[in-house]
């Protein structure tokens, strides 16, 4: 059978024109570099014109899957209306038929699908703020439980939970501390030397860092290393059905997971915070001597009467409420996953996303409440 390339063309007939088609329609023909861009041309000249086009393809050496999908793209997923071709080649045509699917159509939402779909979101939020509000509820009556029976609580557990979500994060939050302090020291001081105001450096690094910069920025680090830690522990108890075995023995998922995990957060948050704020607070330091010749002895001595005490606590106090929503946003995730490893994904994705986005709100709540405590 001879190796011919394939090819389409138009022939003329009495009741009008035809499209006739020969040589070899198969993959290795067709991804010729200089075969495919000529027969995809000729194809969707052919899909311009009325699907009533005759088709001769008695002609055809050759065909298989990839010619037959060519053409039956060609002509629009349905049989053309005059169609004359070899016996051995229907078989081809008719199976790429069977299991070849039309593109779905690309429908343009109408005011009312946004309408509806802006309602489904709103359940949605609705259903999530239920369950945080249940697990805070529950949270309150777990405390309560320990406050009663402190010798049954479940120490153990906030024990091994306040070394990994602490313990360990000491060394990156350290740095990026570090690293954030010596950078905003170093563009501070381009600003502050135009007006020869060396001393204010003093004020607005201690402000900035220990009001807002360290806390933020530890809860931020914190969310995304533990928040998703925790989420993703609880999800994998529930794949591997050990919340389904708590339930059936009667031991209590708030009381085990969600209450040692919540007292950890809130225990270490604060520490953390005021470590990543001495951290960041040491680049200050070191940047601020490098570059504007203030030196350290100064920076500390100027840095009590530059920032009241007001503001360690207020720092202090949000990073309590910020690791107290960390856990309980990363629990409240985990325990909405279902049962296989997709969900488990979007799950602590999820958990990282409202995390950060929570911790910045919360953040935004408490300098608008407190915009006249200790400045």
């Known amino acids: 059978m001879p190796d011919t390339p394939p090819s389409l063309f138009r022939e003329s007939l009495p009741a009008g024109g035809g499209w006739r088609l020969s040589g070899n329609w198969t993959a290795a023909k067709l991804a010729e570099p200089s075969t495919w861009p000529r027969i995809q041309t000729e194809l969707e000249a052919c899909a311009a014109l009325a699907p009533a086009t005759p088709w001769d393809l008695r002609d055809l050496s050759r065909l298989d899957h990839t010619g037959a999908q060519a053409l039956w793209n060609a002509w ?188 950890a957060m809130a225990l270490a948050m604060p520490l953390i915070s005021v470590w990543t704020t001495i951290a960041a607070l040491f680049g200050g330091v070191l940047a601020a001597d490098l570059t504007m010749g203030v030196t350290p002895a100064y920076f500390l001595a100027a840095l009590p009467q530059a920032v009241p005490l007001s503001n360690l606590t207020l720092a202090v106090g949000k990073s309590v409420v910020f690791g107290l929503l960390i856990a309980l946003i990363g629990c409240h995730y985990g325990l909405r996953v279902q049962p296989n490893t997709e969900s488990l994904g979007k799950g602590t994705t999820a958990s990282v996303v409202t995390s950060i986005t929570m911790v910045i709100l919360v953040d935004a709540l408490f300098a608008v409440v407190f915009q006249h405590t200790g400045l």
């Open 76 to 263: 629009g997923h349905q049989w053309p209306a005059q169609l004359q071709m070899l016996e051995a080649h229907r078989p081809m045509l008719a199976r790429v038929a069977r299991f070849s699917s039309p593109a779905p159509a690309v429908t343009r939402l109408s005011a009312w699908a946004v309408f509806l779909s802006l309602g489904a979101l709103v359940w949605v939020l609705i259903d999530h703020l239920k369950g945080m509000v249940r697990l805070t509820g529950q949270l309150l009556l777990d405390s309560i439980e320990l406050w009663r029976a402190p010798r049954r609580g479940p120490w153990r557990d906030f024990s091994g939970h306040l070394f990994r979500i602490g313990a360990t994060a000491l060394p990156i939050t350290a740095l990026v501390g570090f690293l954030i302090g010596v950078v905003l020291a170093y563009l501070i001081s381009k600003q502050l030397s135009q007006f020869g105001a060396n001393a204010f450096i003093v004020n607005i690094l201690g402000i900035s860092l220990i009001r807002e910069l360290g806390p933020v920025l530890a809860a931020i680090l914190i969310a995304g290393r533990s928040g998703s830690a925790i989420t993703a522990q609880i999800g994998v108890m529930r794949v591997t059905e050990e919340l389904d075995a708590m339930r059936v023995m009667g031991i209590p998922k708030g009381y085990r997971l969600v209450m040692p995990r919540a007292m």
